[in-house]
């Protein structure tokens, strides 16, 4: 048999392959809840069956996650809750293996939680995960050589300069903001690019904390999210006191939380 061209090169499927995208309320798999969920299912024979549904999650959706997926607690008020779907999607999935983009990290363990929520049993064992950003990663490495590589060309120079790889890594910088015009290039507004910030909204360095639509600061990360800080601060002081003091959190996130302990919120100029 001759061998197949690149283009001719396709995956061998010895049972369906469930390719799932996840759109939620955060990036916490603990907290987080599904908003959006689309399934594409390939079939050994070629067929496809595919379905995306909106579901209510049951809790607010920070508007960071809106600006994501353009769903906001409006366009899901009157769509059915997750529960509704779990059955019937455990038995669509039954017997398929799994695919999606960084699915190893969020999206499967946040289904998986969904199901687990519902009351809902179902086994990965024997389950193939393919993770189209891990296979990307192996053939586009991650690291300072081929980042070299690719934004300023030729293999990184090595020498007993003290000062040379400090120097590669700015070509690499300024190699990056060359190769796209859209970048910022204002280091603070290239590094907030870069951590997914919006500069419009955050209230700190992390974006730990944002500007709600209606103008009041809520907490953009774990169990609070999407909570407005006045009442996480009233409710849970426990939680903005660990924000506080923890060395998690840069200095400008951890004032923030001492000050709205002592009834001092964060006002927009």
Known sequence: MSEQSPTQRILELTKPLAVIDVQSTGLDTDTARIVKLTVLKLNPDGTEHSRSVIVNPQVPIPPGASQVHGLTDLDVQEKPVFGAYAMALAAHLEGCDFAGFGIERFGLPLLLAEFDRNGVDFSMEGRAVLDAMTVFHR???????????????????????????????????????????????????????????????????????????????????????????????????????????????????????????????????
Do not use: C, M
């Open 139 to 269: 053939l586009e490495p991650r690291n300072l050589d081929s980042a070299y590589r690719r934004f300023v060309g030729g293999d990184r120079p090595v020498s007993g300069d003290e000062v040379l790889p400090a120097r590669n890594i700015l070509s690499i910088i300024q190699g990056e903001v060359a190769s796209d015009p859209s970048l910022p290039l204002e280091p603070k507004a290239l590094s907030d690019w870069a951590k997914g910030i919006d500069s419009s909204t955050a209230i700190d360095d992390e974006a730990k904390f944002v500007w709600g639509e209606d103008g009041d600061a809520l907490v953009n990360f774990g169990k609070h999210r999407g909570e407005r800080l006045v009442d996480v601060a009233l409710d849970d002081k426990g939680y903005i006191d660990w924000i506080s003091k923890s060395s998690e959190f840069g200095q400008d996130t951890r004032k923030i939380a001492e000050d709205a302990l002592d009834g001092y919120l964060p006002e927009r100029g």
